[in-house]
Nanobody, 122 residues
Framework: QVQLVEFGGGLVQAGASLRLSCAAS????????MGWFRQAPGKEREFVAV????????YYTDSVKGRFAISRDNTKNTVYLQMNSLKPEDTAVYYC???????????????WGQGTQVTVSS
């Protein structure tokens, strides 16, 4: 079992950067692919990025390519989401999640954090 806790959300202006962190408990962190999802008010939860177990492979949704970067540190049981050039449409609650494979559908993920709010003002 994996427990996940996100950190790093906040209120920023358009064009700014934020780095989200997701700390995992347990000794099996390195056996999971880690994903980031987001959910804006009134919208479905959407895939943002995923990274494989070693960190050698990543995949992003088109709207964040070139602006966001996912990474992980297995020695710290932590996955990160570096968000640059933020836009108002990036405003959402951001969640990290764990799954054995490189999944992009939220219903495939086994474990979830509680979420952290990111608000981007124009």
């Amino acid at each position: 079992q994996v427990q996940l806790v996100e950190f790093g959300g906040g209120l920023v202006q358009a064009g700014a950067s934020l780095r989200l962190s997701c700390a995992a408990s347990g000794r099996t962190f390195s056996s999971y692919c880690m994903g980031w999802f987001r959910q804006a008010p009134g919208k479905e939860r959407e895939f943002v990025a995923v990274i494989n177990q070693s960190g050698s492979s990543t995949y992003y949704t088109d709207s964040v390519k070139g602006r966001f970067a996912i990474s992980r540190d297995n020695t710290k049981n932590t996955v990160y989401l570096q968000m640059n050039s933020l836009k108002p449409e990036d405003t959402a609650v951001y969640y990290c999640a764990a799954h054995p494979g490189m999944a992009v559908k939220y219903d495939e993920y086994d474990y979830w954090g509680q979420g952290t709010q990111v608000t981007v003002s124009s």
